[in-house]
């Protein structure tokens, strides 16, 4: 009843319209309310918001263009076409560092499909799940649809796994570590269920000599620094050409002594807290490994004497790209500083971690440009050239390769991710003409 509920575009179009207006009225108090919870600073706060209503809109586009081929067929009076169809319940399951967006990527996706969902957010950030899943109900209901197609629950570690164990969970879309993601595939796939991951990024930077360091300095600090190093897509290795290395790497600190730590909620900060004490330890503990390793600290590497969980942000370098931290996705803000000579060695060195979600390089030089998009560049699912790793738009499909666990949200062809296809085959003739021309009389 709920997936008939969504068969037209009328409705889809006008609840999600007023879905873009009521966001719209509240995306500072929601976005205050992620930067209270989740420790980003505000103004990213309310870019997640804004990120969602932007999901919304592009979703109402989407809507009216889904559907599948109508393909020649090889038999005289016959029509061969692709139908797509909701896949029924989506289960979301999100993580703290961004409580709203990646929601939004998945339940308008989703719901414009046809399907109906139930969310599961982070433990640490369930007021803000809360106050989101009010938002959308009341819209639900406003167009006499039940707020119920889009249904919260809260909890721990046992809810994710009995959604995941769930049979009546359709897909399940899970945002978070790789070592959590893998259990829930496992999960998902012995009742061969459908599931779309999220998972880890250990993502670099590479600058070549020819790059223009106006755009790497600003590129490089945003990407590592954002969010106090608690995006999917930061930047954790920086590779630079030897013959730029020590240049910058001073303009990088410079640039890192530059940031203003302090209350999320102040618009003037850029850098706040980590999201728990756990985190701190976990920061504290990265940056010993990598002075065992031969790193040194160039900046940072400590803890802030003030309330709250804050670290200095932190650059180390003098490591070699196959130390065993540099290859260990740690959700802080620690950036590697590693130096090059070739362009063959560091492609290899981008794609020699588990993961491969984000990657970008720095350059002039249109050949390597094509090179690095091309089978023997970057292998990972977000490819970029001349821009930092994070911040991607919502145009595009978000996802990534490997242990990052191949799953794609929000842009391009990911709807289909969301709905299940079945070729069908029309006979308009009154003969019966089999395939491959094979006669059986």
């Known amino acids: 009843m709920l997936l008939a509920i969504f068969s037209g575009t009328e409705v889809l179009n006008r609840h999600k319209l007023r879905m873009i207006k009521m966001n719209e009225q509240k995306i500072k108090v929601l976005g205050s309310l992620v930067s209270l919870e989740m420790g980003k600073i505000f103004v990213e706060g309310v870019g ?19 559907g599948g081929p109508i393909l020649p067929s090889e038999r005289p009076g016959h029509a061969l076409i692709e139908q797509w169809n909701p ?19 998945n339940s308008a996706i989703a719901m414009i499909c046809g399907n109906a969902c139930l969310w599961k957010g982070a433990p640490t950030t369930s007021l803000t799940s809360v106050a989101v899943t009010k938002i959308i109900a009341k819209v639900l209901e406003d167009n006499k649809v039940p707020g119920a197609i889009c249904s919260l629950v ?19 879309s899970f945002t978070g570590s790789t070592k959590v993601g893998k259990q829930v595939a496992l999960m998902v796939q012995e009742r061969f269920g459908r599931s779309l991951l999220e998972l880890g990024g250990n993502n670099a930077i590479i600058v070549f000599e020819d790059a223009d360091l106006n755009l790497v300095i600003p590129s490089a600090l945003f990407a590592a620094v954002g969010t106090a190093g608690q995006r999917c897509t930061t ?18 600190a410079q640039a890192y002594a530059q940031v203003r730590i ?60 196959n130390a065993p931290i540099v290859h260990t996705e740690t959700f802080a803000p620690i950036l590697y500083v590693l130096k090059f000579k070739e362009e063959e060695e560091v492609f290899a060195w981008n794609n020699e971690v588990k993961q491969g979600l984000s990657s970008s390089i720095f ?39 490997k242990h990052t666990g191949g799953g794609r949200e ?8 969301y709905m299940r296809r079945s070729t069908c ?6 003969d019966l003409p089999l395939a491959q021309g094979i006669k059986f009389q």
């Open 425 to 430: 085959t029309i006979n308009y003739s009154k």
């Open 154 to 172: 809260c909890g721990g570690a046992d809810i994710g796994t009995a959604m995941a164990r769930d049979e009546r969970m359709d897909l399940l």
């Open 363 to 401: 350059t002039k030089d249109l050949g390597r440009i094509f090179r690095w998009l091309g089978p023997k560049g970057s292998d990972c699912g977000i490819v970029n050239v001349n821009i930092p790793t994070s911040g991607a738009e919502i145009g595009g499909a978000f996802g990534g390769e």
């Open 87 to 105: 896949v029924g319940l989506v289960g979301i399951i999100t993580a703290f560092n961004f409580p709203v967006a990646v929601y939004g990527w």
């Open 410 to 417: 929000s842009g391009s062809d990911s709807w289909k991710l």
């Open 48 to 66: 997640e918001v804004q990120e969602y209503v932007d999901v919304c809109d592009y979703a109402v586009g989407l809507s009216r263009m889904i």
């Open 262 to 321: 302090g209350d999320p909620w102040d618009p003037d900060t850029l850098y706040g807290p980590l999201h728990t004490k756990e985190a701190v330890k976990m920061f504290l503990d990265a940056v010993e490994q990598a002075k065992q390793q031969g790193g040194s600290v160039v900046y940072g590497g400590k803890v802030i004497n003030r309330p709250g969980n804050y670290v200095e942000p932190t650059i180390v370098t003098g490591l070699p790209h």
């Open 235 to 252: 930047a954790r290795r920086l590779f630079l050409h030897e013959s730029i290395h020590d240049e910058v790497v001073a303009k990088l």
